[in-house]
């Protein structure tokens, strides 16, 4: 069975400045998609962004970014100018193309400061 | 706007009731699934369904129940609830191809005293 892995459980940033939250996973499938759903407090989980495994190039979404290393099973989210409103829980998460059936990470908790 | 809705968001009942958490989603997804979060945020799979007639038991054991008679409408049941039913339910949507994630809804936070 597929694992993932979020090796920081809290972590706060300085607004303006930039965050990286780590995630690791576990597979032997070659086809899948990764995601980064972000969950405020009391609100709504939303997805962030995603990313095809087969397709190389990094996944962007305006301040949101990641660094996906296929071959070390790595997916970390890069937030560049921090705003107050990121505080939120950020979860990774895997699905087998397959099998659409999602696996999330333990979870790590942002806090941006003012 | 297609959405997914989940009612009561927050629910405080006593022990040995019966209660059902609703979900409703108007994008025609086929595929709906059910999440408890413990308070350490973890989310655990406890249902999904593939379609209307289908459920299946997730990753977690849960003594509760769901249906699925329409495709927009995916209640989750407690027959009896106990204090160690005592989470937060979180409700998601996915269309048939993979790929697309999930959409959630806002959940329901659920106390048993």
């Known amino acids: 069975a597929q694992t993932v892995t979020q090796s920081q459980p809290e972590m706060s940033v300085q607004e303006a400045e930039t965050v990286t939250l780590s995630c690791t996973y576990d597979?032997?499938?070659?086809?899948?998609?990764l995601f980064w759903y972000k969950q405020p407090p009391s609100r709504q989980m939303i997805l962030v962004i995603r990313?095809?495994?087969?397709?190389?190039q990094n996944a962007t979404e305006n301040r949101f970014s990641v660094n996906f290393q296929k071959a070390a099973k790595s997916f970390s989210l890069k937030i560049s100018d921090s705003q107050l409103g990121d505080t939120a829980m950020y979860f990774c998460?895997?699905?087998?193309?397959?099998?659409?059936?999602?696996?999330f990470g333990g979870g790590t908790r942002l806090m941006v400061k003012p | 706007e297609a959405d997914i809705y989940q009612t009561p968001r927050y629910l405080v009942i006593g022990t040995g009731k019966k209660i059902t958490l609703e979900c409703s989603q108007t994008?025609?997804?086929?595929?709906m699934y059910w999440y408890q979060q413990d308070p350490g945020m973890e989310l655990h799979l406890i249902h999904y369904?593939?379609?209307?007639?289908?459920?299946e038991k997730g990753d977690l054991s849960s003594e509760s129940t769901v249906s699925r008679i329409r495709t927009e409408h995916f209640p989750l049941t407690l027959e009896s609830a106990r204090p160690s039913h005592t989470s937060q339910y979180l409700c998601?949507?996915?269309?048939?191809?993979?790929?697309?994630?999930?959409?959630f809804g806002s959940g329901t936070r659920l106390t048993v005293v």
């Open positions: 998601a949507s996915s269309e048939h191809n993979p790929g697309g994630g999930y959409t």
């Open positions: 597979t032997s499938e070659n086809n899948y998609y």
């Open positions: 990313q095809e495994a087969y397709k190389q």
């Open positions: 998460a895997f699905m087998y193309n397959a099998g659409n059936m999602l696996t």
């Open positions: 994008m025609g997804h086929d595929k």
């Open positions: 369904s593939y379609g209307v007639n289908s459920t």
